[in-house]
Nanobody
Framework: QVQLVESGGGLVQAGGSLRLSCASS????????MGWFRHAPGKEREFLVA????????YYMGSIQDRFIISSNNVRKTVSLQMNDMKPEDTGVYYC???????????????WGQGTLVTVPG
């Protein structure tokens, strides 16, 4: 059973930065794309960004790439999300997830972490 553990959440002021990390126990880490999702209060969970298993390709939803950057470390088997210029609407629980395929995309995720809470006061 693959385990994904997020860390790095917390309270950050508007305009600040935060870096989330997701540690994977997956022995076949490089053969699965990884993604980050956000579940904001009162909203459905939404896809933010994904990275290919090789770490060479990314898929961003909308204009999120203007402020968020995804990266991965295949040796450490971690995926990170650097969040800059944060806004109150970034508040929510952030989840990392493993995709069935090695490519990056908004669907096809079947393994999820427990989430980490990010709060940006308004």
């Amino acid at each position: 059973q693959v385990q994904l553990v997020e860390s790095g959440g917390g309270l950050v002021q508007a305009g600040g930065s935060l870096r989330l990390s997701c540690a994977s126990s997956d022995r076949s880490f490089t053969t699965h794309g990884m993604g980050w999702f956000r579940h904001a209060p009162g909203k459905e969970r939404e896809f933010l960004v994904a990275i290919t298993g090789s770490g060479t390709g990314t898929y961003y939803m909308g204009s999120i790439q203007d402020r968020f950057i995804i990266s991965s470390n295949n040796v450490r088997k971690t995926v990170s999300l650097q969040m800059n210029d944060m806004k109150p609407e970034d508040t929510g629980v952030y989840y990392c997830a493993r995709r069935t395929e090695s490519t990056a995309g908004p669907r096809g995720y079947y393994h999820w972490g427990q989430g980490t809470l990010v709060t940006v006061p308004g």
